[in-house]
């Protein structure tokens, strides 16, 4: 979560445990970022309510 936050020392500690270019794993992450906001955004929550609710199976959100 923290790398979805953008913590560049999370995203480094997550590429290199994936083994794949900083760069390109920080652009998936702000793909993702702003997946979460778009649909925070539609649906007239907060993107942590969004997060939470997809960590706690609640997929209809999405």
Do not use: H, P, W, Y
Request: proline share 0%; hydrophobic share 45%; glycine share 8%.
């Amino acid at each position: 979560m923290d790398a979805v936050k953008g913590n560049n020392n999370a995203i480094t500690q997550l590429a290199s445990n994936l083994n794949c270019d900083f760069n390109s794993l920080n652009n998936a992450i702000c793909t993702v970022r702003s997946g979460i906001q778009d649909v925070a955004g539609k649906i007239g929550f907060s993107a942590e309510k969004v997060i939470n609710a997809a960590n706690l199976g609640d997929l209809n959100i999405v």
